[in-house]
């Protein structure tokens, strides 16, 4: 007897104007590790703006990493001068 197929994985990466817009809600999901990113135009736009857009998305990281902190998430990393933010669940 064949098993069904398993549901896709969730992805552990998300963009921070996902969170800060409300169009992702992390409240249910199933891992414990995540990181954030700006969004794809926000990348191709600072690396277009020869680094004048950075502070800008790296705002937009710190104010999404900042606002999971009140869901039960906390940053334990930042890298590439916070342009990613990796945060883990607290226990429950």
Known sequence: ????????RPSRRFYADDILS???NLD???FRYIYL?????GAMGAAFS???QIPNEVDKILTA????ET?????????Q???IAHLRRRHR
């Not at 990493?65 to 999971?68: D, H, K, P, Q, T």
């Open 50 to 52: 020869f680094g004048a």
């Open 65 to 68: 990493a900042e606002f999971l």
């Open 81 to 83: 001068g916070g342009l």
């Open 28 to 30: 249910g999901y199933p």
């Open 37 to 41: 990113q700006p969004s794809m135009g």
């Open 22 to 24: 409300g169009r992702v």
């Open 71 to 79: 869901r039960g998430w906390e940053v334990v990393n930042l890298e």
């Open 1 to 8: 007897m064949t098993q069904p197929p398993l549901p896709p």
